[in-house]
């Protein structure tokens, strides 16, 4: 070293030092260390920074002074310092650190760490440099926190958008522009935006637009375009574009935002389309149309319908409220009517009273609702004409009275039919029955009785018909409930039938079980239905046929089939068999004979006693029908009488019997029927002569007809009650009257039975006999007295 050198240079001790000031002098906080990374000096900065001080750091470990964590971890770091003492490198600056104060204080820090060198080129030690960056973190947050604001607010919004750069790449774009066109970001981003998709974009208008944008710096708004996009088909857009520089300084972009008003054109031009079709309804509408403010309730418009009902023109009616052109007749009524509308929203009135301008009177439906327009309560108020549908209902009203009274008139007559064909079978019947009690009877003259007497039963079935059918019609049959075994039933049908079918020469074959088989029915209604059906079966059966029936318990219900080998019913008519009047086509000749009522009558009883009955037949290979009924349950068996019917009594005692019927023949024929049986008889042949020998005569029953001139059999039957001292005279009304309104009247006049002309005469037998066993009684009464 030469003296120059010598003299000039530094001490060390004086180097350290001014390297010491050196460090204590800049604004970064500086930790250094020796060779075994403990801390040999610290400038103010660091003091404050990691709340040592130098006198308690110095010899500290680095890592306890220096303590650093990452801050999205919080896991212990490694300091640079460390890696520099031991690699010999400088270590740059280390992201998100947080330095842990002495005082446990946290904060984010930039730091960085080179190795101190001696003079022979060896690692002595580190130099350690940090700063808060606090203030800068807490900036950055809050640019970063906008950047993630406007992404946000960019990513969410529903309008398309894309940002576009000078040569009109697109930078980047939002989710709506992808979800809209059906695209993805590899798809659009650094593509140019007249390439994106099948090139839709590139349009004409578009380039001139967005060459505007660049050129002049200035915002396009609501640019209308449309155009086609394969598989989202045609599309309405509005463009909006202006020009704008970003945050890094990059110039020359636009900024692309679409408004997909497709939907919205279309419901605007649905609209219109729905207001001109409402308009041209509302012009062309067969109703009157008023529309009212909901608010005013004054109208604000009307169809050309109401202002030709009115007589007033459009003009004349806005602004009126409904009382002034002729609604409701006065303000008050028309008031009340508003409340209610405010009330409940709706009203509606079947017949509303109108006078029209020039005072003609109208009637009128008048149905009024509110709603709203654009948020404006409207009311709408639809009037309908009625004048003529007033009169129709008019018409109709006189036609159900007319129809009533015809209904009721029908009755009458089917009443007066039924007693005008029941008074000739009566003295027939009577006729018959004396023609049977004559001994000696030739072949010829029986052959002639099973005539007449087949044919009276045909005669007196359909009237019994006709009249059964009108009472079911009309709700008026009352079934007679009682608990029978249905065996007996078949059995009595069989017997009413058997001269008709003897007429014909058939085979009947009946099937009945050993055990009983219980119905809680009508035993005379269903012998009714069991009659029709075997006469039905042997009517349309040819000559030597076959008619089976067959009676059966399966579970709960009683089947009863009556088949034959018949003509047979068309396929046609076999839904419709049960229907009133209904019959197959016959001849000129009405061989089969019937009035179509008798199946009809069959279903209608059969159904009174919770039954079904159904047909199956086919042409040319007979016919069958099925009723079906409920059987009695166990528990009401025990109501049953299983007593057979009583035989006829025989009448040894014999009565005083008067007869009293304005029909010469039939009171004389069944005065001669009485007579053979021992009786003592009388007649008479109006209600006055009946009366006086009822007095008189002082007989002990009374066989009573109601029909009869002067005075008619309720009269008399009261009258004899009245007056006749022999209270226990029995008075039987024989008539031909037989509705129940007619049981019911003979029952409060003081009749004890009703018998419907022509009356079986085993039936009166039994009646007699209940009057001689209570002479016979009495007269043992009077001898132990």
Request: hydrophobic letters at 40%; proline letters at 4%; glycine letters at 8%.
């Amino acid at each position: 070293m030469s003296g120059n050198e010598g003299k000039n240079a530094t001490p060390p001790h004086s180097q350290t030092e001014w390297w010491r000031v050196t460090l204590a002098s800049i604004g970064d906080a500086v930790i250094t260390t020796d060779s075994a990374g403990r801390v040999t000096f610290l400038n103010a900065v660091a003091e404050s920074l990691t709340g040592w001080s130098h006198a308690e750091a110095a010899g500290q470990k680095l890592e306890v002074v220096f303590r650093i964590v990452n801050q999205e971890t919080r896991n212990t770091v490694e300091s640079p310092s460390v890696r520099a003492l031991r690699d010999g490198v400088i270590v740059g600056l280390a992201n998100h650190s947080l330095l842990i104060g002495r005082d446990g204080t946290e904060r984010p820090i930039d730091d960085s760490a080179a190795p101190i060198r001696d003079e022979a080129g060896h690692v002595s030690g580190v130099v350690l440099i940090f700063r808060d960056i606090a203030e800068r973190y807490k900036h950055e947050q809050k640019l970063a926190g906008a950047a993630n604001f406007s992404t946000d607010i960019i990513a969410n919004l529903r309008e398309p958008f894309v940002v576009l750069d000078k040569t009109l790449r697109v930078k980047t774009a939002n989710h709506a522009f992808y979800e809209t066109f059906q695209s993805s970001p590899q798809q659009t981003e650094g593509h140019l935006l007249y390439e994106l998709g099948s090139g839709q974009w590139d349009s004409p208008k578009l380039r001139k637009l967005l060459d505007e944008v660049l050129s002049q710096q200035h915002v396009v708004r609501d640019f209308a375009v449309e155009q086609d996009f394969p598989g989202l088909g045609r599309k309405s857009m509005l463009l909006n574009a202006r020009p704008f520089h970003s945050g890094d300084g990059d110039p020359g972009l636009i900024l692309l935002a679409i408004e997909d008003v497709t939907a919205r054109q279309q419901a605007e031009s649905a609209m219109q389309t729905s207001e001109v079709r409402y308009r041209r309804l509302f012009q062309t509408a067969k109703d009157g149309i008023l529309i009212l403010d909901g608010i005013t309730l004054q109208v604000v418009d009307a169809n050309p319908f109401m202002t030709d009902l009115l007589g007033y023109s459009l003009n004349e009616l806005l602004g009126k409220e409904l009382w002034e052109i002729g609604f409701f007749g006065d303000k008050r009524a028309s008031q009340a009517a508003y409340s209610e509308l405010r009330e409940n929203g709706y009203i509606r009135y079947d017949h509303l009273p109108l006078e029209t301008k020039t005072g003609q009177r109208a009637e009128v439906e008048f149905v009024c609702n509110t709603y709203q327009v654009e948020g404006r309560d409207v009311a709408q108020c639809n009037i309908r004409d009625i004048g003529e549908r007033s009169r129709m209902e008019k018409k109709i009203a006189d036609q159900t009275l007319a129809l009533a009274d015809l209904h009721r008139r029908k009755d009458e007559f089917l009443a007066m039919l039924s007693h005008e064909l029941r008074n000739p079978l009566a003295p027939i019947a009577n006729a018959i029955q004396l023609l049977r009690l004559q001994p000696g009877e030739a072949p010829l003259q029986r052959e002639a009785r099973a005539i007449i007497e087949r044919q009276m039963a045909q005669l007196t079935r359909l009237v019994d018909d006709l009249m059964e059918m009108s009472r079911i019609s009309t709700g008026r049959v009352r079934l007679r409930l009682e608990v029978v075994d249905m065996r007996g039933i078949v059995e009595r049908a069989i017997e009413s039938v058997r001269p008709f079918i003897d007429q014909h020469q058939h085979t009947v074959s009946a099937t009945v079980p050993e055990h009983a088989v219980w119905l809680n029915a009508d035993p005379a209604r269903l012998e009714q239905v069991l009659v029709n059906l075997l006469n039905n079966a042997a009517k349309y059966t040819a000559d030597r046929g076959i008619v089976t029936l067959t009676l059966q318990q399966t579970g709960d219900e009683c089947i009863v089939r009556v088949r034959d080998t018949g003509v047979g019913i068309a396929p046609e008519l076999v839904p419709r068999v049960f229907d009133l009047f209904t019959q197959a086509e016959r001849s000129l000749d009405r061989s089969q004979g019937g009035l179509g009522i008798g199946l009809a009558l069959v279903q209608r009883l059969v159904e009174l006693h919770r039954g079904r009955v159904e047909a199956h037949s086919s042409l040319g290979v007979g016919s069958e029908f099925i009723v079906r009924l409920p059987v009695v349950h166990p528990s009401m068996r025990a109501l049953s009488t299983t007593a057979s019917a009583a035989p006829v009594p025989h009448v040894g005692v014999p009565l005083r019997v008067l007869v009293v019927d304005d029909n010469v023949d039939t009171a004389e024929s069944l005065k001669m029927l009485l007579s053979a049986s021992g009786h003592d008889v009388q007649t008479a042949y109006n209600g006055t002569q009946g009366l006086e020998l009822a007095l008189s005569f002082a007989p002990n029953a009374v066989l009573l007809d109601i029909g009869l001139p002067e005075l008619d059999g309720y009269q008399v039957a009261k009258s004899i009650r009245a007056q006749s001292p022999n209270k226990n005279m029995l008075i039987v009304a024989m008539t031909g009257y037989g509705q129940d309104s007619d049981r019911q009247r003979s029952l409060e006049s003081g009749f004890d039975h009703h018998l419907v002309k022509p009356a079986d005469f085993r039936a009166l037998q039994e009646i007699l006999a209940t009057t001689v066993e209570k002479r016979t009684g009495d007269r043992r009464k009077s001898a132990t007295l």
